[in-house]
């Protein structure tokens, strides 16, 4: 049961690219959520969707955008990178609903770097 | 707002002492929901605890355990014991509708 996985694992941008990075989760969770990590601030809600098709925005949402198209991917783009999103990134899943099902499981992480 | 608040930044015990991490919490709701998640230094994030605002009962699982006070809007964990590979970062996090983290507190456990 591989759970959550991130793609790629690490990254070297220069400023102005875009990349897209893939989240795939295999435990058929409804909800998927992406976060950043940055030193000293815990981790950080970009985005997260509630189901097929829905996103969100969460608390720093800007200069990113995601995509829901299949239950168990959930796509993190950023059109033109910039220094600051240098961060680590992590998607996590979980059910709907309370009770235990609202556990979020993690992937490993993407470490991006823009220069 | 929600807002979790991890005063310790960083903790040094050595092999077999007990260490509390403590955290802090403000929310309007009433309910909500309390994890704590440990981080070691692999990178991963790794699932500890959950517990929900009605649900105030102590939690012990071999050495570690957690102590749920409303009053004092805390939710601190206690390792007994501690142990080398204790060592990482504890992150604790609330969430109503979504999940907020405080900050982290990076505990190392000296041999």
């Known amino acids: 049961n591989a759970g959550v996985t991130q793609t790629p694992k690490f990254r070297v941008l220069k400023t102005g690219q875009s990349m897209t990075l893939l989240c795939a989760q295999d435990m058929n969770h409804e909800y998927m959520y992406w976060y950043r990590q940055d030193p000293g601030m815990g981790l950080r809600l970009i985005h997260y969707?509630?189901?097929?098709?829905?996103?969100a925005k969460g608390e720093v949402p800007d200069g990113y955008n995601v995509s829901r198209l299949k239950k168990q991917n959930f796509l993190l783009g950023l059109e033109s990178a910039a220094p600051s999103q240098t961060s680590v990134y992590f998607c996590?899943?979980?059910?709907?609903?309370?009770?235990?099902?609202?556990?979020?499981?993690f992937g490993a992480g993407t470490r991006l770097s823009v220069l | 707002a929600q807002k979790v608040t991890q005063a310790q930044t960083e903790i040094s015990v050595v092999e077999k002492e007990d260490v509390t991490l403590d955290c802090v919490y403000e929310t309007r709701d009433t309910t909500y929901y309390l994890f704590w998640y440990k981080q070691p230094p692999s990178g991963e994030l790794v699932f500890l605890i959950r517990r929900n605002s009605f649900d105030e009962q102590n939690e012990i699982s071999g050495r570690y355990s957690w102590n749920f006070q409303k009053s004092t809007s805390s939710f601190n964990f206690t390792i007994t014991a501690s142990q080398v590979v204790d060592s990482a970062v504890y992150f604790c996090a609330l969430k109503r509708n979504d999940m907020r983290f405080g900050a982290g507190t990076r505990l190392t456990v000296k041999p």
């Open positions: 969707s509630v189901g097929e098709g829905t996103t």
């Open positions: 996590a899943s979980s059910y709907s609903g309370g009770g235990s099902k609202n556990i979020q499981y």
